[in-house]
């Protein structure tokens, strides 16, 4: 297998093993395509002079389904790129060490995923707090996520409280957020006093051990939330591990995402709060976002950063 394969008119039943095994077989894989650029407007597996057109996102996919990086493509020739993959080096989880700042976690920065930004963003000009209205995040770790408020809400002050169950991230927050208030609580143990808030943010927290989604919902909505408040809750549909962010949730012991749980709490979820006066909206890709606002409420319409 050491001969660099062109592909022009194989179809991807073809293409995806042979570079699977070649892949496998040495933990980098060079081979050339018909230039995506080339087929602009063509859908994948539609002919151009050069071979059978498939986009970049096409050459992502698969590098993502085969655990690899796709490296910068090089020109080879007219219409045609060479493309390498190279295979993820071994990593562990970011949980391995837990969600404090010292964790690979910390490191992950989900406002530079544009599409998780933009339905973010989106999210929270659905709920639309009032000036001076309060926000409670739950699970904030570092509070990279609150970033967003000002860029979705500029024209208005709003009062944060943050709860997480680890310290060392609940002072990490704080420093990001000095403005902010940070308390290190077990959100199954909410004290009263912490008040009702116009909007209540849950991201990546509801599958997490020792949640259970019904209970936490119904506790928020019976003691924390105001009559016209919202919530967005955050599903993960995506790993990330190494530097890289795989789509699909995953399950234990399983080879490929399934998303059969993430598809029941996101169902269970909405019908739960449908069935309480609200209206729902589920958006995103690699963090699936419900947002639940009251089914009276005007939905506004200006939604993008």
């Known amino acids: 297998m050491s001969e660099i394969p062109v592909f022009t008119t194989e179809p991807m039943s073809v293409i995806l093993p042979d570079v699977r095994d070649r892949l496998r077989a040495a933990g980098q894989v060079t081979f050339t395509v018909p230039d995506p650029d080339a087929g602009l ?13 498939r986009p970049w996102n096409t050459w992502t996919d698969l590098a993502d389904l085969l655990g690899a990086h796709l490296l910068t493509p090089q020109r080879a020739g007219e219409g045609r790129v060479g493309l390498t993959l190279r295979t993820h080096a071994p990593a562990r989880d970011p949980d391995h060490a837990g969600y404090g700042p010292d964790g690979d976690w910390a490191r992950v920065n989900k406002l ?15 709920v639309n707090p009032p000036p001076g ?6 699970g904030v770790n570092a509070g990279h996520e609150l970033d967003a408020l000002p860029l979705a809400l500029p024209d208005r002050a709003l009062a944060v409280v943050g709860v997480d169950l680890d310290p060392a991230a609940v002072q990490a927050a ?11 609580l077990d959100v199954n143990a909410l004290p009263p006093e912490l008040g009702r ?32 408040g919202g919530l967005i809750l955050g599903y993960p549909n995506a790993r990330y591990r190494g530097g890289t962010l795989s789509y699909g949730a995953r399950m234990r012991n399983y080879a490929r995402p399934d998303l059969s749980l993430l598809a029941a709490d996101v169902t269970n979820a909405r019908r739960g709060l449908q ?26 319409t200006d939604l993008e950063l």
């Open 174 to 184: 704080r420093t990001r957020h000095p403005h902010a208030t940070f308390h290190t």
């Open 197 to 228: 808030f116009d909007l209540i943010l849950a991201l990546s927290l509801l599958q997490s051990p020792g949640v259970t989604q019904d209970v936490l919902l119904a506790t928020l909505r019976r003691h924390h939330l105001t009559p016209g």
């Open 275 to 300: 069935k309480h006066g609200f209206k729902i909206f589920v958006t995103g890709k690699y963090e699936l976002l419900l947002t639940a606002i009251p089914a009276q409420a005007h939905t506004p």
């Open 133 to 138: 209205g309060r926000v409670l995040a739950l």
């Open 112 to 126: 530079e995923d544009p599409v998780f930004l933009a339905t973010f963003t989106e999210a929270l000009r659905r």
């Open 41 to 53: 407007g063509l859908y994948a597996g539609e002919a151009t002079p050069h071979g059978t057109h």
